[in-house]
């Protein structure tokens, strides 16, 4: 029993021991925690990086927040060859400080030298050249962003710095600067180079080390300075540079370094100077068409919606390099990307009835700008008054039914596109489907009895769908009902005011006099009816080279770049494939042969004979076309040497003849052979027929020099009288008689008795 006892107590005491040390523990940590600072402070220019041991830690990790927020990449450590690494130690823990998630404190400016030397063009972004302050005023605003607009320039209504908090004490060391981070243009620095002091005050024997990294190129450089306190730095347009500022101090650990990002960009675009650039972008904007300079207004908010694209590529512009001002006030968007829109609140005049609004757009891209402007005057009107009229469309060109219907209705101030084209379906018979709640009024379906009656998607419209690899729904299609889901999975109703497509729903658009309210079916996320920087959605391309509104395919333009290339050669023809960098469209250009001038070699060569002609082929050496040039046979005169070759006797009715050839070129000729049954022609000048061979050494004889007693009649052609006998291997007609020493063969007449025998 008694052991039991001593256990059971020695258990309480050990559970009591354990609460204790719990409590303890959780006070502990209560004590630490302090709550986070609703209030930002506002990034001040750099001033003191303290140098003792119980800051480095903590200013680490002040800076990795720091340098998380501007998304900008940690340098390496500096290592120079006479210059040790230090090795980062720890606080001590009596100076640990709870962890902040606000920006690191920094010195005032009361804190920094009086006798700064500054240099004397400082050019710095926001900064005026009096090494931040004297002990009198406080230092130059930093700020990463400066309270400025996007657009680089001041911000006219950016938020109240909140109050800074004390700096360090006078005898830490610190880096004096007017280097502060954010943007310059081109009018503040023409000649491009960025000039600002850095030095170290609070010690003797400071060192202050400077690199540059291009966020672009990631490449880096160490600055140098002639005096140690004035640098400067040469800045290419459209660049952002993050300068890396050291403390170094003998004998003590080098700090970890703070950063200055700054960006050089071109001169904006302004009233003086709308373009700027070799490609100013394009800005249109859903009032282009609808008010004129000076024209009257009389909603009190304007919804504005503004589309920029690059130049020549004709490539989205997004709200990050676009600027909005309404009266010189920089204006947010209130939705959208790629069609940023703005809401425009025209307050009521004081005096009277109007008020003046100009609005003002700046857009860029790179080096190159544009500036757009507009004044309007807002005519104030009560709420629930006439307001004017409304036109409504309803549009399914899309699926080549065109426009179904269109109706024009009276409207009170407050009215919504929501609230008008409800009536004007109830009006027509339509039916529709929708959700709404809130701000959200999203159409399903609209059906009316044939509505869709001879639907059929265009070809070119499926074509483009083709090539944008969006998913298809093609057999999902009614006749009596037009939604969400059909023929793609891209399709459904999308509205437009004035042209463009606001990026809220329909009862939260407020429609004012004049308005075109336009409901269209898209069938592919709004590429199709100029809609998709509303809509979103997927697909290879971000619009298409037609818009199918208003019952016709409206044509944009396509805008061709070459793909593929084959050139042409001097036998071959080359292509090119041309293909529309906004949806993809394509074409083959067929480039002709090259044009040349032949340029000739001898490539083949047959030598002539005496009895055949020979020749000389020649070859272009670019194109490969060739041609023959003859060369003559070479036959000289001779003395015939006639053999008898062959014989043919005659008969009663028919006539023979003896064929004599030449020995040594083949010539040839026949001498007839009288039927044996006619009488010879006693005027006749052929050998005898029954005599010896010639004689192969002498030539016949000639006939008589008189001509015969009817000689036969003239055919025009210069061969009566004779006979052509063929000559082996050129003519198959030689005369029956040679004169001695002719070349080929000569004609000699015939008398009557021996023509009568031929025939």
């Not at 001033?47 to 003792?52: F, I, L, S």
């Not at 120079?80 to 980062?88: D, S």
């Not at 400025?148 to 060391?173: I, N, Q, S």
């Not at 009862?507 to 996320?525: H, I, M, P, Q, W």
């Amino acid at each position: 029993m008694k052991r039991k006892e001593l256990f059971n107590r020695i258990l309480c005491t050990v559970l009591v021991l354990l609460l204790a040390a719990g409590g303890l523990a959780a006070v502990t940590r209560g004590a630490r925690m302090e709550p986070e600072d609703p209030v930002k402070a506002a990034a001040e220019p750099l001033k003191a990086d303290p140098m003792d041991g119980g800051s480095h830690a903590l200013r680490r990790e002040e800076q990795e927040h720091r340098q998380a927020e501007q998304e900008t990449e940690q340098p390496p450590a500096p290592e120079e060859p006479e210059k040790q690494k230090p090795e980062t130690q720890p606080p001590p823990e009596e100076t640990q400080q709870p962890e902040q998630t606000g920006e690191p404190e920094v010195p005032t400016g009361a804190d920094e030298p009086t006798d700064p030397t500054p240099s004397e063009e400082p050019g710095r972004p926001g900064g005026d050249g009096d090494h931040g302050g004297n002990g009198d005023a406080p230092g130059p605003d930093s700020g990463e962003s400066s309270g400025d607009d996007p657009a680089g320039g001041p911000g006219e209504d950016g938020p109240e710095t909140p109050e800074r908090p004390a700096g360090p004490t006078d005898d830490e060391v610190k880096i004096a600067t007017d280097l502060t981070s954010g943007v310059v243009t081109q009018t503040e620095l023409p000649d491009g180079e960025l000039r600002f002091y850095a030095y170290g005050v609070g010690a003797d024997d400071l060192t202050v080390r400077i690199t540059v990294k291009n966020t672009a190129t990631r490449a880096s450089s160490w600055l140098t300075s002639d005096d140690g306190r004035n640098w400067s730095f040469p800045m290419e347009l459209g660049e952002t540079y993050t300068f890396y500022l050291y403390l170094d101090q003998p004998g003590k650990p080098t700090p970890y370094p703070a950063t200055r990002t700054v960006t050089y960009q071109a001169r904006r675009a302004d009233e003086d100077e709308p373009e700027v650039g070799d490609y100013p972008p394009f800005i249109t904007t859903n009032i282009d068409d609808k008010y004129n300079d000076g024209d009257e207004i009389e909603g009190e908010n304007l919804d504005l919606i503004v589309t920029v694209r690059s130049n020549p590529d004709y490539k989205v512009i997004t709200a990050d390099r676009i600027v909005v001002k309404l009266n010189g006030r920089v204006v947010q968007k209130s939705g959208g990307d790629a069609s940023p829109e703005y809401d425009l609140f025209f307050e009521p005049p004081t005096v009277g009835d109007y008020k003046d609004y100009r609005i003002e757009i700046i857009a860029w891209e790179g080096n190159n700008s544009t500036y757009w402007c507009k004044t309007l005057r807002y005519h104030a009107i009560a709420e629930g008054d006439a307001a004017g009229t409304v036109t409504v469309v309803l549009d399914a060109t899309a699926v080549g039914i065109g426009v179904l219907d269109s109706g024009e209705y009276e409207i009170r101030k407050g009215d919504t596109a929501a609230d008008v084209f409800l009536r004007f379906l109830d009006e027509h018979g339509y039916e529709i489907r929708y959700d709404s709640s809130g701000s959200n009024f999203y159409i399903r379906r609209i059906s009316r009895p044939d509505m869709c009656w001879g639907a059929k998607v265009p070809e070119i419209l499926w074509n483009a769908i083709l090539r944008d690899g969006i998913n298809l729904n093609e057999n999902t299609h009614y006749r009596d009902s037009l939604g969400e889901f059909d023929y793609t999975m891209g399709s459904g109703w999308m509205y437009a005011v004035g042209g463009a497509y606001p990026g809220r729903a329909m009862n939260g658009y407020e429609v004012k006099n004049g308005d075109t309210v336009a409901v269209r079916f898209s069938l592919a996320y709004g590429k199709d009816i100029g809609g998709f920087g509303a809509a979103g959605g997927y697909g290879r391309y971000s619009s298409y080279c037609y818009l199918w509104i208003g019952g016709s395919a409206v044509p944009l333009g396509h805008r061709y770049e070459v793909t593929e290339r084959v050139e042409p050669t001097y036998t071959e023809v080359g292509c090119a494939v041309h293909t529309c960098t906004v949806c993809g469209d394509s074409y083959r250009e067929i480039l002709p042969v090259l044009e040349h001038e032949h340029t000739y070699e001898e490539t083949s060569r047959a030598e002539p004979t005496e009895t055949e002609d020979g020749y000389v082929e020649y070859t272009c050496t670019l194109c490969g076309a060739a041609y023959r040039e003859t060369l003559p046979a070479t036959g000289t005169p001779h003395e015939h040497h006639y053999e008898e070759t062959s014989r043919v006797e005659p008969t009663e009715t028919e006539d023979g003849y003896v064929e004599y050839t030449c020995t040594e070129c083949g010539s040839t000729y026949r001498e007839p052979l009288p039927a044996t049954g006619a009488e010879p022609d006693p005027g006749g000048g052929s050998p005898d027929p029954g005599g010896d061979e010639p004689n192969p050494e002498e030539p016949p004889e000639e006939p008589p020099e008189e001509p015969p007693e009817e000689p036969p009649p003239a055919t025009g052609d210069g061969s009566e009288g004779r006979i052509d006998l063929p000559r082996r291997g050129f003519s198959r007609a030689v005369p029956p008689l040679l004169r001695r020493g002719q070349d080929r063969y000569l004609r000699v007449p015939l008398d009557k008795a021996e023509e009568d025998g031929r025939r």
